[in-house]
């Protein structure tokens, strides 16, 4: 079984400081990971996605992840938060060979502060 | 490209009448899903298509959700009748060889 948790439902930050997303896997498979975003009434949208090439992920709008296997995590950073980045985020882990379903987590909401 | 194309994008109806939501994938990508998302939470999948083959249907309510895909391209999700719990985002995404999905931009149903 698969699941991942996102240890923050809300993360508040001013804009022009980091930005840091945590999440939590859990896979019987080797996981391909993703993080997704989702602006109000606009359909998600895929940031970056890992795959077992590089651990150090680099996405859209300056996003990256690092997987840790060690730690089974693969938080989401942004080195300077911008008033665009307002959204929820999603944490989304499946196996590598895409054939079990999306797992996503309950999402966190990042409120950008000007 | 066009994205996935998702129609309504709002609907409201009374509790017990029927429903319907419509897909239309990324051209050539073989495989379709259908989520449904409520509020506050992830999507979950309802279920997964491979051209018009549903490959995973085991998260989907058969008792009142039916969904089609007869040509292999665009498909649809009903459900009759619906229940006040029903009320969500139901989103539909495609993929090509499976392991990046797009999303459309969701149906958000009210159910009064």
């Known amino acids: 079984a698969q699941s991942v948790t996102q240890l923050d439902s809300h993360v508040s930050v001013s804009e022009g400081t980091p930005v840091l997303l945590r999440c939590n896997y859990s896979?019987?498979?080797?996981?391909?990971l993703f993080w997704y975003v989702q602006h109000p009434n606009k359909g998600l949208q895929l940031l970056l996605k890992?795959?077992?090439?590089?651990?150090l992920v680099k996405g859209i709008n300056g996003f990256e992840a690092e997987f840790k296997k060690s730690e089974t995590s693969f938080h989401l950073t942004k080195p300077s938060a911008h008033m665009s980045d307002a959204a929820e985020y999603f944490c989304?882990?499946?196996?590598?060979?895409?054939?079990?379903?999306?797992?996503f987590g309950k999402g966190t909401r990042l409120s950008v502060i000007a | 490209e066009a994205g996935v194309v998702q129609s309504p994008r709002y609907k409201i109806i009374e509790k017990k009448q029927p429903v319907a939501f419509w897909c239309n994938p990324i051209?050539?990508?073989?495989?379709l899903y259908w989520y449904l998302q409520n509020l506050g939470q992830g999507p979950e999948l309802l279920i997964r298509?491979?051209?018009?083959?549903?490959?995973?249907d085991s998260q989907l309510p058969k008792d009142r959700f039916s969904a089609e895909r007869l040509k292999g391209v665009d498909s649809t999700l009903k459900i009759q009748p619906a229940e006040l719990g029903d009320s969500a985002v139901y989103l539909c995404?495609?993929?090509?060889?499976?392991?990046?999905?797009?999303f459309g931009p969701g149906t958000r149903l009210t159910v009064l």
């Open positions: 995404a495609s993929s090509l060889g499976g392991v990046e999905q797009f």
């Open positions: 896979s019987s498979y080797s996981p391909s």
């Open positions: 890992y795959t077992s090439a590089a651990t």
């Open positions: 989304v882990v499946s196996d590598f060979s895409g054939n079990t379903p999306l797992v």
């Open positions: 051209s050539g990508h073989n495989t």
């Open positions: 298509y491979e051209n018009e083959e549903a490959v995973d």
